[in-house]
Structures are given as C-alpha cells and as structure tokens.
C-alpha cells in the first residue's frame, strides 16, 4: 500500500480506481472533497483531515483541526494556510484529476460537515441534467431519492445522515435553492399532477 508522506509530495501518474493509499503517522481522520476554490477555501478552515481538490487533482492534508496523535496544537493555523508546515500542506498530485473518494485512504472515512454544505458541494458534481431528476423524483418518491443520494454521495466522498439529509433537501426545496433548475415540460406536468410545488423550476428545456 502506498504511503504518503507530508514532508514530500508524492506524484501519483497512473491512478487505480480501486487503489487504497495511506499517510505516513496518520492512523486515520476525516476525507473531504473540494470541487471548486471556494469549497477549497471552506474546507482549508474545516476539520476535514484530508482534502481533495479534484479541479486540479491535488491531496492536501489539513492540521487546523485538533486532533490526537497530529502533534498540533488548537489555535495552529486556524486563519492560514493548512496548519503547521511539516505536519500539513500538500501531499500528492494526481495525473488526470481523477475521482477519489474516502475508501481510496486506509483508515479514513468521509467528512461530516454542515448537511445542507455538503448537499450543496454535492449538487456541484451533478448535469443539469441529474440535478433535474434530483428535484422530479425527491418531490415524487423522496424515500427511494434519499437512497439514491446516499449511495451515490458515498462515492463522491460524501456520508450522508438520512434524517439530516431528507430534512436539509426539504428545506432547501422550500427556501427556493433548486430555482435555478429548468425543468421540461413532462416533468412539470408530472410534478403537478401529484401535487408537487413548481414554483421553483419556471425553465423550460424543450
């Protein structure tokens, strides 16, 4: 198993879907992906112990938190940069900007952060497309969406609390955030005829 060491950046060319990595001294922590700089930003000042940048395929591990065994003290760091020098920063340069999620670091698992955040991060990996059929069958069948969700954020990096998520999408829904979907004609029609809102999705794409 590869291992990453904070003191050097390692350059990954050729990137197995099903490779599993891990960082040297690190048991363990917390996956987080960013997918734009503003979600770089956010999540440089998290607690996520390690976050992806996939627009430029860079892996950066983040000692702003406090966390046992890291050697770094609360209060580190915590308004620049990554933490202390030789205990954070960049680590790897994936070749391609490939896709990784938490199961491709031994030991780490996905970042918990603030739902509606995360469901917002999440919506940036979506078509127009997706995110259309996101809204259709949320507001049609929300209990098999939420499943979906779930599952497919895991592969995004994404762990999902059920209850956290139905609620924050509902909210959402309902405070406007998916106005900015076009909806084509079928799917308005469908959306009424269960008595579905549509205020939100005033777009046609026919």
Known sequence: MPKFNPKKVAKVKAFDPGARYSVKDINGGTFAIAHNKKELKQLMKSDADVVYDESKGKLY???????????????????????????????????????????NLEGFSAHLGNTKEEIDSFRHTLS?????????????????????????????????????????????DKGGAFIDIELDASAIELISSQGGAVGRGTGSSC
Do not use: C, H, Q
């Open 61 to 103: 591990l983040n000692a702003n938190g406090e966390k046992k065994g890291w050697g770094v003290k609360k209060g580190w760091g915590e308004k620049k940069g990554w933490g202390k020098k030789k205990d954070s920063g960049l680590i790897a340069k994936f070749k391609g900007k490939p896709e990784l999620n938490a199961e």
């Open 128 to 172: 127009d497309t997706e995110e259309a059929d996101l809204l259709v069958n949320f507001t049609l069948k929300p209990k098999r969406t939420l499943k979906r969700v779930i599952k497919d954020g895991k592969k995004e990096g994404y762990n999902f609390d059920r209850d956290e998520l139905a609620d924050a999408l509902e909210e959402m």
